[in-house]
């Protein structure tokens, strides 16, 4: 079993819509979660970051974190076109593990 | 604030040679980790240095390698290339002992013909 396993998509929504992004992990020692958006051409950025369980919201963007059942998501509300990008979940005890991605498409 | 620098942003070697890749960290971040990102794997963790010794290692070769200067930058070599050596490599930095929150280059693109 993968540390962290992301769905890869393409997941394609219209414009407006609620967008659900998840990972699982199986390493109970992670501490800090993360996603981070990646650009095509660019490095990955991070948008949000979590310490242990709960929910925390920027913007449009909240993650929430489930550790009883290893499990984190990302809701972007309003999607829009420019959100379309890839979207990375990352954990990390002593280093950062990152899922593979899942690519997003917003529709217009 | 500058963010972090990758030199050089394109690289096209053949089978056998070696590259070293460089990086320049933010101003006053101690620690730079290196990653591979491919298609088909993903982002994997290479290693991380801080204050000029390597802290956290990845599973690759011995054929890639790294090291960090007195002023933080870093670089990493790859020798004897391979044709799956073709990858994204990209560089992060982070103040002390922070496990969160990377500030990532644009990458180096590497392919090997």
């Known amino acids: 079993q993968k540390e962290v396993e992301q769905d890869p998509g393409p997941l394609s929504v219209p414009e407006g819509a609620i967008v659900s992004l998840n990972c699982t992990y199986s390493?109970?020692?992670?501490?800090?979660f993360m996603w981070y958006r990646q650009y095509s051409r660019k490095g990955p950025e991070l948008l949000m970051y979590?310490?242990?369980?709960g929910n925390k919201e920027d913007g449009r963007f909240t993650a929430q974190v489930d550790k009883s059942s290893k499990y984190i998501s990302l809701f972007i509300r309003d999607s829009q076109p420019s959100d379309s990008a890839t979207y990375l979940c990352a954990m990390s005890d002593d280093k950062i593990i990152f899922g593979k991605g899942t690519r997003l498409h917003i529709l217009p | 604030k500058a963010g972090v620098t990758q030199t050089p942003r394109y690289l096209i070697k053949t089978r056998g040679q070696q590259v070293t890749l460089s990086c320049s960290p933010i101003?006053?971040?101690?620690?730079v980790s290196w990653y591979q990102q491919t298609p088909g794997q993903g982002l994997q963790f290479l290693f991380e240095?801080?204050?000029?010794?390597?802290?956290n290692k990845g599973n690759f070769p011995g054929r890639f390698s790294g090291r960090q200067f007195s002023n933080s930058r870093s670089e990493m070599n790859v020798s004897t290339l391979e044709l799956g050596d073709s990858a994204l490599y990209l560089c992060?930095?982070?103040?002390?002992?922070?496990?969160?929150?990377?500030?990532f280059g644009s990458g180096t693109r590497l392919t090997v013909v």
């Open positions: 240095y801080f204050s000029e010794t390597q802290r």
């Open positions: 992060a930095s982070s103040p002390a002992g922070q496990f969160y929150g990377y500030t």
């Open positions: 979590t310490y242990s369980s």
């Open positions: 390493n109970s020692a992670f501490q800090y």
């Open positions: 101003s006053g971040h101690r620690s």
